[in-house]
Nanobody
Framework: QVQLVESGGGLVQSGGSLRLSCAVS????????LGWYRQAPGKQREWVAT???????HYADSVKGRFTISRDNAKNTVYLQMNSLKPEDTAVYYC???????WGQGTQVTVSS
């Protein structure tokens, strides 16, 4: 059974940075694309970024140039480096193994103005 565990969320001022981590159990990590999603209060969950097994990356327009997704296959971990944070980035952030229904439990990110 695949498990995903996020960490690294917290409270930060506007313009600040945070790095989220998602540790993934199971040997299938290397072969799979991993994604980050977020859900703000009262809004639908939205896609943020994806990294393929080839390390190709894709970003939502709202975070392009500010967020960087990366992966460490030796540690079975995917990261989301978030810079120049804005209050509208406030949300619960989830990692997901793409093309499956395997999600983490989420980590709260709050950006104060």
């Amino acid at each position: 059974q695949v498990q995903l565990v996020e960490s690294g969320g917290g409270l930060v001022q506007s313009g600040g940075s945070l790095r989220l981590s998602c540790a993934v159990s199971g040997s299938i990590f290397r072969r799979n694309s991993l994604g980050w999603y977020r859900q703000a209060p009262g809004k639908q969950r939205e896609w943020v970024a994806t990294i393929a097994s080839t390390h190709n990356t894709h970003y939502a327009d709202s975070v392009k140039g500010r967020f960087t997704i990366s992966r460490d296959n030796a540690k079975n971990t995917v990261y989301l480096q978030m810079n120049s944070l804005k209050p509208e980035d406030t949300a619960v952030y989830y990692c997901k193994m793409e093309y499956t229904n395997n999600w983490g439990q989420g980590t709260q990110v709050t950006v104060s103005s």
